[in-house]
């Protein structure tokens, strides 16, 4: 190689630079701050450096990292503003009760695509979120932590894995914590190298890859004693050359290297590759070249949370001041108070009836603290958007502008957000559909055979949350009000009706409001209504014109039968003479 270097060696030398960098840059201080006021759970900023290599704690939710966080931690407004906007960002953006996005062709032009191929989309769709929905899968806790540290530090990981064999799932959802992430970007921003370095036991390394590791974590792994001490493992992914990709069939020949690290050890554990980035970010902000990283809601409400965090602690020493005063006794008596009710305390008392202890009064006013706090705490709610769902608290009654110019509010205030988060989402239905396009599941004969029009196109996901229809709500009301207004005038001019395209319009009022496609025919099945109901109408008319035949038939045999009562004669019908009835009138 051109360094003289062999690739684990140059990989760890990147890694050690970045996180260099990572720290000059303030990365690691601004998130270890977003994670005491916002996420004390999280445990993956605890790294120490030892003999030049990182040795990390495991990321998972530690019950000491949270004491230690949370017992100086005095306001809790932070924290309740982080879980309500993490659950109000994943209900209106990824909603767990219902289908939060579609499928299209990716077609620059923006042809619709027919009833028939929607109606594979949907098919394909469902899958999707069948999937995700299977607690195999592991997607929604998955989900919902990559977008709690999306809320409280800006940025979200999340690791999509391919399964082999006849798993029950296709591929399955790893969290990855912001603290374990180091990547780069090229001149568009999007992810170029990316490196997880993680703590692992040695028993957990051992069980994963057995004899590729050193005899040091296989001899740790192998000791009760040492066994669950952590192993440092980096994870990298890198553009593998095209040169290198030449002639080289299955994963040693795809766009991504993959390699696993014994970072301590500088050993390589193994390489394969992967056709698509595995990693996916979901991102609060906007990176750019020279920042790889984004910005959470929480960074421009740091200064306000610490400052009441602060106030918070002073307001509960006046409180217990007001509360429970200091003491102050007289002369060198220094008997133990008992405050309790009903407690006698003897020689408190001089001989003329003075009380020889007395309170310290500060004259601190408790209440105007909490005023001042609870103008604070205020700020902190609107600074993390918490006031956007406090509103159905606070105005339970509602009329229907009102919630329409609320929930505008709301599409407006975290569109941004949304779009971003559309980029991240999009990544991952891409990995979704190469894996399964890999595995066979839109061929001929599969049980998600696509049509032979989609064969060989690009598919791209079509976003239908409640947040983005907010945004492309507009369109849909604005077509509802034309068409009232078009009824109106229609009411002195019927032809105005004439104009209106209804299966346009039908088609927008579908799709603004989330209706799945097969909720309408296609083309070939309306035609073949149209003939049906062709076929109905001749038969019916058909079934009336016998049904006429019939009465004409029955009334005329009627009135032939009586014509031969009364003894009139017939041409070629044998006169049989009066009736019996006929006979006795003329008798009479």
């Given at each position: 190689m051109p360094t003289g270097k062999t690739i684990t060696e140059e990989l760890i030398d990147e890694v050690r630079s970045l996180m260099t960098e990572r720290i000059k840059q303030g990365w690691d201080t601004y998130w270890r701050s977003c994670m005491r006021y916002a996420l004390p759970t999280d445990a993956s900023f605890d790294v120490l450096l030892n003999r030049g290599s990182l040795s990390s704690v495991t990321a998972s939710i530690s019950h000491t990292t949270a004491y230690r966080e949370t017992k100086t931690?005095?306001?809790?407004?932070?924290?309740?503003?982080?879980?309500?906007?993490?659950?109000?960002?994943?209900?209106?953006?990824?909603?767990?009760?219902?289908?939060?996005?579609?499928?299209?062709?990716?077609?620059?032009?923006?042809?619709?695509?027919?009833?028939?191929?929607?109606?594979?989309?949907?098919?394909?769709?469902?899958?999707?979120?069948?999937?995700?929905?299977?607690?195999?899968?592991?997607?929604?806790?998955?989900h919902k932590a990559a977008v709690r540290s999306t809320c409280a530090m800006g940025d979200g990981f999340f690791f999509i894995e391919e399964k082999l064999g006849n798993a029950r799932v296709p591929y399955t959802y790893e969290f990855v914590p912001l603290g374990e992430c180091y990547q780069t970007v090229d001149l568009k921003s999007q992810t170029q190298r990316f490196y997880r370095v993680r703590g692992m036991t040695a028993e957990q390394a051992a069980k994963r890859w057995g004899k590729k590791l050193s005899k040091r974590i296989l001899d740790m792994a192998n000791d009760p004693l040492t066994r669950q001490n952590t192993v440092t493992i980096v994870h990298a992914v890198v553009p593998r050359a095209d040169a290198a990709r030449a002639g080289v069939f299955g994963v040693m020949g795809a766009k991504w290297a993959s390699y696993y690290i014994d970072m301590d050890d500088s050993l390589m554990i193994e390489q394969s590759g992967f056709w698509e980035m595995p990693y996916i970010q979901h991102s609060w902000g906007v990176k750019t070249p020279s920042r790889s990283y984004s910005e959470g809601p929480l960074a421009?409400?740091?200064?306000?949370?610490?400052?009441?965090?602060?106030?918070?602690?002073?307001?509960?020493?006046?409180?217990?001041?007001?509360?429970?005063?200091?003491?102050?006794?007289?002369?060198?008596?220094?008997?133990?108070?008992?405050?309790?009710a009903g407690k006698i305390n003897k020689g408190l008392v001089s001989g003329d009836g003075k009380m020889l202890v007395q309170p310290i009064m500060t004259h601190t006013r408790p209440d105007f603290a909490q005023a001042v706090l609870?103008?604070?705490?205020?700020?902190?709610?609107?600074?993390?958007?918490?006031?956007?769902?406090?509103?159905?608290?606070?105005?339970?009654?509602?009329?229907?502008?009102?919630?329409?110019?609320?929930?505008?509010?709301?599409g407006d205030l975290l569109g941004p957000v949304g779009i971003s988060f559309n980029h991240s989402l999009a990544s991952m239905v891409d990995r979704e559909m190469a894996i399964l396009g890999r595995k066979g599941a839109f061929e001929q004969g599969a049980p998600l055979e696509a049509p032979e029009e989609l064969a060989d196109a690009d598919v791209a996901p079509i976003f239908t949350a409640p947040l983005d229809r907010m945004r492309n709500m507009e369109e849909v009301l604005g077509a509802q009000r034309t068409v009232a207004g078009m009824m109106e005038v229609a009411a002195f001019n019927p032809k105005i009706m004439d104009k209106l395209n209804t299966d346009e319009y039908a088609e927008m009022l579908r799709k603004g409001n989330g209706a799945p496609a097969d909720l309408f025919y296609d083309d070939d099945q309306m035609a073949a209504n149209s003939a049906s109901e062709d076929e109905m109408a001749q038969l019916r008319q058909q079934l009336e014109l016998a049904q006429q035949g019939g009465d004409a038939a029955t009334a005329m045999g009627s009135g032939m039968r009586a014509m031969q009562d009364a003894g009139v004669p017939m041409p070629g019908v044998v006169n049989r003479g009066p009736s019996d009835a006929v006979t006795a009138a003329l008798a009479a």
């Open positions: 931690l005095y306001d809790q407004t932070s924290l309740w503003a982080i879980e309500r906007l993490t659950a109000g960002l994943v209900s209106l953006k990824t909603p767990e009760s219902t289908n939060w996005h579609g499928l299209n062709v990716d077609d620059p032009f923006g042809n619709d695509a027919s009833i028939s191929e929607e109606s594979w989309f949907d098919r394909v769709s469902r899958y999707l979120f069948k999937v995700r929905g299977n607690p195999m899968s592991g997607f929604w806790p998955t421009l409400a740091l200064a306000e949370i610490k400052s009441l965090n602060e106030m918070s602690k002073n307001e509960l020493i006046s409180s217990q001041q007001a509360v429970r005063p200091p003491l102050a006794t007289y002369g060198d008596n220094f008997t133990r108070i008992n405050l309790n609870e103008t604070r705490r205020n700020n902190v709610r609107e600074m993390l958007y918490l006031n956007l769902w406090q509103i159905l608290i606070d105005q339970p009654q509602q009329t229907a502008t009102q919630a329409l110019l609320r929930a505008q509010e709301k």
